[in-house]
């Protein structure tokens, strides 16, 4: 079955701390999104990536094909980074099929 | 622009009653899909299109109907509403399929009581 497991479940963090959020998948993809979701609802897309490394202020996200994992890093944290963050992934027999893991919930405290 | 837009916010139903959610998204994309998320759970994806016309499943289509007759729109009808249908909705829309950026509506929180 096409998984995807994020880790840690919950983080918490002090204001200024370097933060990963990591992300595994079970077999060969085509896509993975990072996406936020802010406590009250609203679900934005950080980051799409298929290969390599990308970066947008002070989050930068990776992705290792061969190992299958995939890693958000936020630089110099802030309360307003605290939200939920979920990977998403489109795997490869699936062109129309994303598959979302359950998310990390990160808590910058002050 | 709009981006994606969803309606109701809130809804409470009594079982059995049918529904519809109301989904647009004003940037002309192909793509458009609604989940389900509920807690402890990933997002799960309800059902899909790909274009004005053409419509499939994802993961979890039972006890749910979609149409996509313009490009526009995409309502998603609960079609005799049960407990556990409740949950809160999202649609998504993208150009072309969903390797590109995904543009999220803001969610209906729905309740059948």
Redesign the interface.
């Given at each position: 079955k096409n998984e995807?497991e994020q880790s840690p479940q919950n983080l918490t963090a002090q204001e200024g701390e370097f933060i990963t959020i990591n992300c595994s998948y079970s077999v060969g993809i085509?896509?993975l999104?990072w996406?936020q979701q802010h406590p009250g609802?609203?679900?934005?897309?950080l980051f799409?990536l298929?290969s390599g490394k990308k970066k947008h202020g002070r989050l930068i996200a990776t992705i290792n094909i061969q190992e299958k994992h995939s890693s958000l890093h936020i630089t110099a944290s802030h309360p307003r980074d605290s939200a939920v963050y979920?990977c998403?992934v489109?795997f490869g027999g699936s062109?129309?099929?994303?598959?979302?893991?359950?998310?990390t919930l990160l808590t910058v405290n002050p | 622009n709009a981006g994606v837009t969803q309606t109701p916010k809130f809804q409470v139903l009594k079982t059995g009653q049918s529904m519809t959610l109301q989904c647009a998204q004003d940037m002309n994309h192909e793509?458009m899909?609604w989940?389900r998320q509920d807690p402890?759970?990933?997002?799960?994806?309800i059902h899909?299109s790909?274009g004005a016309g053409i419509t499939?499943q994802?993961?979890v289509p039972n006890g749910y109907n979609v149409s996509r007759s313009t490009t526009e729109d995409f309502p998603l009808r609960l079609l005799s509403a049960a407990p556990s249908q409740t949950s809160?909705y999202?649609c998504?829309s993208s150009r072309l399929?969903?390797?590109?950026?995904?543009?999220?509506g803001?969610?209906t929180r729905l309740t059948v009581l």
């Open positions: 995807v085509s896509a999104h996406l609802g609203g679900i934005v897309s799409m298929s979920i998403a489109l062109n129309y099929k994303l598959t979302f893991g359950k998310g | 793509y899909s989940y402890g759970m990933g997002l799960r994806l899909y790909v499939d994802g993961e809160v999202f998504a399929a969903p390797y590109n950026e995904q543009f999220f803001p969610g």
